[in-house]
């Protein structure tokens, strides 16, 4: 079996449960699924897995020496996969504590907790054990228009509360491997976008304040470029990687979809004006407002893939053409889910984030 912890977030439910389809050859290997469930954690993001022998819930945090150990020792898990983290860039701006406390002292207790079982297990098991660690590309921190895409040398140069927090965690797990032998894969990965995405990011908060009639925010002049991933196939290139990465490494995981995100917006705009029309004829396009841009936004991310492709030949099954048709198919069809995450405290987050000082753009 394998360990999950974050796994009631947006990648990693996504990836509990592409781990336990019929798309998985590993699909009865059981999972066990550690998640705090903070705002964005969700337990309707596993109600397919409702019933299922194959998949145990626990809420608690990675923070929790104690726990992490217990449930070590109880279900004896061959791999780890760790997702759990603050990932908002804004809230971090607001509230880096949590950032630190979750992202790097989580991290160094889990990391503890692991390696403390790791090192008491017999061989085989203790050779076959990897720590898989899910990271981001924003610890490399802003590219220039014409800066080669980040690769996995990179120097790390993070500008925000968030991909500090990240960076550090990317450190320890390095260490642990350098210093104690843990045998750890780290992945860095894109945007990602799809099902199941709470909707304070771009796209899902696109798809849902167009569909309310409501603005359509974008900082500054929404110009920023971000290279997207759809989510199913990050869950498949970390798949890839636990099964066949070397240890110590890391692997950039990346969608070759460079794109800004004032056209990301347009994008959505266009395919509801096809999907979902509205009923005057208009386009969502007319919704869209600018707002002041946030402190220290990275102009720039572009993720070079090539090392995993290579190395374990793995590529993107989806363009952002096919993805995002996806993803705002999904979210057309799953209004009650979009209906239960909006609590009250999101509302009032969209609101202080976005609504000042808007201007409407087309």
Known sequence: MILVTGGAGFIGANFVLDWLS?????????VVNLAKLTYAGNLENLNPLQGDAR???VQGDIGDFELI???LAQHQPRAIVNFAAESHVDRSIHGPE?????????TLRLLEATRAYWSALPEPQKSAFRFLHVSTDEVYGSLAPTDPAFSETHRYEPNSPYSASKAASD??????????????????CSNNYGPLHFPEKLIPLMIVNALAGKPLPIYGDGLQIRDWLYVKDHCSAIRRV?????LGETYNVGGWNEKPNIEIVHTVCELLDGLRPKADGSSYKTQITTVKDRPGHDRRYAIDA????SELGWKPAETFETGIRKTVQWYLENPEWVAHVQSGAYREWVSKQYTAGSTAVT
């Open 22 to 30: 019929a798309a998985n050859p590993l699909q009865n290997e059981r």
């Open 55 to 57: 998949h145990t819930f």
């Open 69 to 71: 150990a217990q449930l």
């Open 98 to 106: 949590d950032f630190i406390q979750t992202n790097v002292v989580g």
């Open 171 to 188: 450190h320890l797990v390095r260490a642990w491997h350098h210093t104690y032998g843990l045998p750890v894969l780290t992945t860095n």
């Open 242 to 246: 636990l099964e066949a990465g070397r």
């Open 306 to 309: 090539r090392k995993l492709e």
